[in-house]
């Protein structure tokens, strides 16, 4: 069973996928998710670049990736990890080594160290050990430590969930899809890994921006909803946002759309409602738009969240709310690439250089996903022994659970329906995997901009 101390990935917990995987590849998952964890740290340099491995080796366990798979995967990017830090020794009576396994560390103790990296290691005892005492009294309130942990340090509404929350959302996603593969997979010990990243996290001000566009959206509660496909033309119509982000800013968000176009970009942020109810959840989760590949990758944790009984409608719908924010932000950070036509979309054919590079004995997955296209399927084997440090196939996954969701029959009338054919699918995955596999750069981070398509560029 997982703890909060230890992984065990079964054989039936493949994720969204629902896949079923062999005993060999949950072995060496389980083991090599271990071995990260007590051997590398969370960030793999001293400019707060995450550590990807256990995005990495989940999705591909949870396409149909064998053992082989795996470890090539965990080996190809263990080199480059920092080594784990240890907890801070105790030097007076409120060091965190001294109380951070007291239940009440992080109201009193904790506040002061929240945005600083090298407290992370404390952060990760003290999340860990609250797992771990819930469990214990799993009893009374029916529910397993790590989803009381989440109600109450996410979900409560207290000062410090508020805080916490606004901090998931920061670095590009990275907190909220390191806890999204925890939920998904039922790993206590991945749930106090997200939290912890979110609690060295800085805010920068992007909690402000989501608090005054959550303000601002109060004035709309009872509004029809806005088409959200629309919003992301308008953020492109408009001249103070569509041109905020700068070539030469080091975080196009932060120094670009943030400082240059705040009040313009938070007024449109603030036209994003998600109705409190099952159904409107339901809706707007399945017609949500992307614009860059983190929040694409974030997807299985709304989807997650939304399966969840004992979470609140209303806390669902204001974590959506604030992702659809996100996503309009980012696709201003990212210059506004234009949307293109689905017929532009459907008729892309996939480079005579670029070879299958799928191996007929190991890039076959185990077993059929359940709903998911014979098209996602092909993409993601095209990655299993690919050398890559994880977006391509979160990438791949990702657009595989978009594509089963949006081809309901529930959601024929959404704009997300755009999206309705097998070509334009087929392109979309022909796309992902061609773009990591051709020469250069494997991605163009602000594809807006000219110049980055003549020099790679991280932000």
């Not at 990935?9 to 071995?35: K, P």
């Not at 030097?91 to 001294?98: L, R």
């Not at 010990?189 to 989501?210: P, R």
């Not at 103070?240 to 313009?264: P, T, Y």
Request: net charge negative.
């Amino acid at each position: 069973m997982a703890t909060s101390t230890s992984f065990h990935v079964g054989t039936d917990n493949t994720g969204l996928w629902r896949i079923h995987q062999t005993s060999e590849a949950s072995d060496r998952v389980s083991s090599l998710l271990q071995e990260d964890i007590e051997t590398h740290h969370v960030y793999f340099n001293n400019d707060g670049f995450h550590n990807h491995i256990p995005h990495h080796l989940l999705s591909l366990y949870g396409t149909g990736a064998d053992a082989s798979a795996i470890q090539q995967g965990y080996d190809f990017n263990k080199g480059y990890q920092r080594p784990v830090k240890p907890v801070h020794k105790p030097k007076d009576s409120d060091s965190p080594a001294a109380g951070a396994l007291a239940d009440d560390w992080y109201e009193t103790t904790a506040p002061k160290h929240l945005g600083h990296e090298s407290y992370y290691p404390d952060f990760l005892q003290f999340f860990q050990h609250d797992i771990a005492r819930r469990d214990k009294e799993r009893d009374s309130t029916g529910l397993e430590g790590w989803q009381a942990v989440l109600l109450e340090r996410l979900f409560s509404g207290t000062p410090a969930a508020e805080d916490l929350r606004a901090r998931l959302f920061a670095g590009f996603l990275h907190p909220l899809i390191q806890l999204m593969f925890g939920i998904e997979w039922g790993q206590p010990m991945i749930v106090a890994q997200g939290l912890a990243q979110a609690a060295v996290h800085k805010h920068q001000g992007l909690d402000e921006f989501l608090y005054d566009a959550e303000k601002a959206a109060a004035a709309n509660k009872d509004k029809a909803p806005v088409n959200i496909l629309s919003l992301f033309q308008e953020v492109a119509k408009s001249p103070e946002v569509s041109s905020s982000a700068h070539f030469e800013d080091a975080n196009k968000l932060l120094h670009g759309v943030l400082v240059r176009a705040r009040s313009e970009m938070a007024a449109i942020a603030a036209k994003v409602t998600v109705p409190a109810t099952e159904e409107s959840l339901a809706a707007r989760t399945a017609e949500m738009a992307e614009a860059c590949v983190h929040h694409v990758t974030s997807i299985p944790f709304f989807l997650t969240l939304k399966s969840f009984s004992w979470v609140p409608v209303e806390a669902k719908a204001r974590m959506l709310e604030w992702k659809i924010r996100m996503d309009l932000a980012q696709y201003a950070a990212r210059a506004c690439a234009p949307l293109r036509n689905v017929l532009e979309l459907e008729r892309y054919q996939s480079p005579s250089s670029i070879s299958e590079g799928a191996n007929t004995t190991h890039d076959t997955p185990t077993t059929s996903a359940d709903g998911i296209s014979p098209e996602a399927t092909a993409a993601a084997a095209r990655l299993f022994h690919f050398d890559e440090d994880g977006h391509a196939i979160k990438l791949v996954r990702a657009t595989g659970l978009t594509e089963r969701l949006v081809r309901q029959s529930l959601y024929t009338n959404a704009p997300c329906r755009i999206l309705n054919s097998d070509a334009a699918w087929e392109a979309i995955y022909r796309l992902q995997t061609d773009s990591v596999k051709s020469p250069g750069i494997e991605y163009v981070r602000v594809a807006g901009l000219e110049e980055a398509w003549k020099v790679g560029r991280l932000f």
